[in-house]
């Protein structure tokens, strides 16, 4: 924002309030209600606002409280925004930016908790992002903010109030990371672990317990799930020869279906054995405690499935 | 002129706001001031919903419960209402106000619902005639001899244009077209009060806007046939027009999606502090859409300067306002905003003229949203996928095609202040229609986008995924030359 005059935020609960989740913290004072605006209760209206916005020329950044309510506003997301530059034939470009929680938080119910990276990731013309650490969410929300393609940035609730280490690079005011490059989070030799968001964090864990045991994980930040870093996925498993996709939303079309089919494609004679895919359960998110453990990957399901895919005897898995 | 529309307006304001809000020292129980003082207007007489009730043949074309409603409606409006029923439900009471999130109200010991209707309909501005003659006492913005006959002019080529197209859509040379048959006026008069900076987002029943401001017949036959010169580069289907240059954007099939848009790119324009607006159309089927609500409430709240220009038609397909919504047209909704609104006889140039003119002036002097409701009549088909005579009277539809046609109407008016001949009007069309066929002509044997164009524009830069597939989509063509089609490049 204060690099670009023509920058501005607009959602619900972003001024005054200092955002729902205060990621807007501070900004209503430095930047003033012509350029942090509260807006009334309408996805729908908000978004077909900033996406007329981006098409004059302005830069908007449009919040969502949770990607759960971008469902009242997806047909401006997708007919407005994603196919605008497309069907006018470059005339018409929206350098938008959709951002906020997705996926689950804990304790929050089916409405609050599904993850929609593969409903965006579907579509040509969105770009769809979602950082993991605070180097990503630094570097990964200028760069969508600085392209000129509409992107959507799914962010975390509970990573919100994680801390991660950062290096002086990252807290340069220039720092900036790649649209569709994947960080390999940690070296590995036996088998590939992808994830995004949140369940980078868990595959790590994963990674730690599998090296107990004599099982070298090689974990991959995904970053960028439109465009995916096909070369990089590709690229790990032909040297791991496995591969298991990790992510929380529902399994049917989900993002390790695309994952799994990208490496079929491409590297179908270096895989020693089948992909496996963890997903969350294929149910609405459901509330109780004990229920919701079980609706969500947990470490443990992580490990077993990377046993698996090095053909250990795994048993089978234990009640949460 | 404008001026004169902001004095009314404004002291229509104050008036009804000095009626709402009397001095608190005058409780009205100690006998003095009668009720009257609260009442807005005169008091609510029946309401007339819809229009008079229609003969026999035509009400068959009317779905059952259509009728019905429009009886009993009438009965419970009367039972709600009082002799002395005030419009805004602010009978003689207690003058104590009540402090509450929102202001100030004062109360009232009577309880009394607002009427669904305001009794009588809001009238309807007009300046000409059906005869093109001026209505005397009428008040409207002047044009200049040069303005009125180019109005006239693209009037005509608009309407001529839209039969060629059609009929060249009858014949398989293009696969969709979509008429302004009955809304000429509505299209170029409002162009014309309009400036070349001011921005467009239309539904897609205003090609006349894109015309008057210089789009040419070979441009828009090139975006029909979505040839190589089409600046859409053949992405989309015949009519979805759009020109950058002259501020109109392309047109998008989803219905009101550009209301809200609008909005954003008039708060943008606002930002910017330019001497302009944005405008954008729609119909009355387009009012019931959530994004007309989102739009309406946002801009007044924005404060943007964007006129919202409603082409009520009596039609949304197959479905006539009557099913559409109950209130009065669109206007009443202005008010519901807080919005500034208009009714217009659409078919009336000048009187769309005028009041664009004026909504234009208000908007970007004073940052507010305009409300325009357009009263007209579709007189085409929706488009050549509709055959409307399925579900409205043949007779109906003829009777607004030539008794209240908007082009001979202004035309009596042009050729009454003598600025117009007969000879003139044929050399016209003549001139337009051959204009029009060899724009086809040329834009027909154009070759197509080659194939390049699949993959471009759907991100800025071109990924490399969709240049591996542009290279092994060449490669095939190459290996099968018979199976590509001759025509169309690579």
Redesign the interface.
């Known amino acids: 924002m204060s690099a670009d005059p023509s920058v501005f935020l607009m959602g619900e609960e972003v001024g005054e309030y200092q955002g729902a989740y205060k990621i807007s913290k501070g900004l209503l004072d430095k930047y003033g209600p012509?350029r942090v605006?509260d807006?009334?209760i309408?996805e729908?209206?908000?978004?077909?606002?900033?996406?007329?916005?981006?098409?004059?020329?302005?830069r908007?950044i449009v919040e969502f409280m949770t990607f759960n309510f971008s469902m009242q506003a997806i047909?401006?997301i997708i007919?407005?925004a994603a196919k605008?530059?497309?069907?006018?034939?470059?005339?018409?470009?929206v350098p938008i930016v959709f951002r906020g929680p997705n996926g689950a938080a804990a304790g929050v119910g089916a409405q609050h908790s599904q993850c929609y990276a593969a409903w965006y990731a579907h579509v040509?013309?969105l770009?769809v992002l979602a950082p993991y650490s605070a180097e990503d969410a630094r570097g990964l929300l200028k760069a969508a903010i600085r392209?000129?393609?509409p992107v959507v940035f799914l962010e975390n609730e509970l990573l919100y109030g994680e801390s991660f280490p950062v290096s002086a690079e990252v807290l340069d005011s220039s720092f900036c990371l790649p649209i569709?490059k994947a960080k390999i989070e940690r070296q590995g030799k036996d088998v590939t672990i992808t994830a995004f968001s949140k369940m980078v964090g868990y595959a790590l864990q994963a990674a730690d317990i599998l090296a107990k045991e004599g099982i070298s994980a090689e974990v991959i930040n995904l970053r960028s799930i439109r465009?995916l870093d096909?070369a990089a996925i590709n690229a790990s498993v032909r040297k791991t020869n496995r591969l298991v996709t990790v992510e929380e939303g529902f399994p049917q079309h989900g993002i390790g279906a695309e994952i799994c089919m990208s490496v079929v494609e491409d590297s179908f004679a270096y895989l020693d054995a089948p992909v496996e895919r963890i997903a969350g359960a294929d149910v609405p998110m459901p509330y109780a405690a004990n229920l919701e453990r079980m609706a969500v990957p947990q470490v443990d399901d992580i490990v077993r499935a990377a046993k698996r895919a090095c053909y250990r005897t795994v048993p089978m898995a234990a009640t949460a | 002129m404008a001026a004169l529309w902001l004095a009314r307006a404004s002291s229509q304001l104050a008036r009804r706001a000095a009626r709402r809000h009397p001095p608190l020292r005058r409780p009205s129980r100690h006998g003095g001031e009668p009720a009257s003082p609260w009442l807005l207007g005169p008091a609510a007489q029946p309401p007339v919903l819809g229009s008079p009730p229609l003969p026999a043949a035509e009400r068959a074309f009317r779905r059952g419960f259509c009728s019905v409603r429009s009886f009993a409606g009438e009965s419970s409006a009367a039972a709600a209402s009082d002799e002395e029923e005030p419009e805004n439900g602010f009978a003689g009471g207690d003058q104590q106000a009540l402090d509450f999130p929102g202001g100030k109200v004062s109360l009232v010991a009577e309880m009394n619902f607002l009427p669904e209707s305001h009794g009588e309909r809001i009238s309807c501005y007009r300046v000409l005639d059906d005869d093109g003659r001026t209505i005397s006492g009428s008040r409207f913005q002047e044009v200049s001899k040069e303005v009125a006959l180019k109005m006239y002019s693209e009037m005509v080529t608009l309407q001529i244009m839209d039969n060629i197209f059609y009929e060249a859509q009858r014949q398989g040379r293009i696969s969709f077209y979509l008429t302004s048959n009955g809304e000429e006026a509505i299209n170029i008069a409002s162009a014309a009060a309009l400036s070349a900076d001011d921005i467009v987002l239309p539904q897609y029943r205003e090609p006349g806007v894109l015309l008057w401001r210089g789009f040419t017949l070979q441009e828009f036959a090139n975006q029909c046939f979505g040839n190589n010169m089409d600046y859409g580069k053949g992405r989309q289907m015949p009519i979805h027009y759009g020109s950058n240059r002259l501020n109109y954007f392309t047109v998008s099939s989803p219905i009101a999606t550009q209301l809200p848009q609008a909005v954003g790119a008039a708060y943008s324009l606002k930002m910017d502090k330019k001497d302009a607006c944005a405008i954008t159309y729609f119909g009355d089927g387009g009012t019931s859409e959530g994004d007309f609500h989102a739009a309406l409430n946002f801009a007044a709240v924005m404060e943007a300067p964007v006129i919202f220009f409603c082409r009520n038609n009596g039609w949304a397909i197959s479905t006539p306002t009557t099913e559409q919504f109950r209130s009065d047209g669109v206007v009443v909704r202005g008010q519901a905003y807080g919005i500034r609104g208009i009714r217009v006889d659409g078919n009336d140039a000048l009187a769309v003229y005028s009041a664009v003119h004026a909504a234009r002036e208000m908007a970007i002097t004073e940052g507010r949203p305009i409300l325009v409701e357009a009263l007209t009549y579709r007189v085409g088909h929706h488009s050549t996928s509709d055959d409307s005579t399925k579900y409205r009277p043949v007779d109906e539809i003829e009777h607004w095609r030539t008794a209240r046609d908007p082009i001979s109407r202004y035309r009596k008016w042009v050729q009454g202040n003598d600025w117009w001949s007969d000879s003139e009007e044929s050399e016209l069309r003549n001139r337009v229609r051959k204009e029009l066929l060899q724009a086809i002509q040329v834009a027909e044997r154009m070759p197509k986008p080659p194939v390049t164009e699949l993959f471009t524009d759907v991100y800025d830069q071109i990924p490399s995924n969709l240049r591996e597939q542009e290279q092994l989509l060449r490669d095939t063509i190459m290996k099968h030359p018979s199976d590509y089609p001759t025509d169309v490049p690579v």
């Open positions: 012509d605006l807006t009334p309408t729908a209206g908000f978004t077909g606002i900033g996406v007329g916005a981006a098409y004059h020329g302005l908007p047909d401006h007919n407005s605008s530059n497309y069907m006018s034939a470059g005339q018409i470009s040509p013309g770009k392209d000129p393609d569709g465009p096909r």
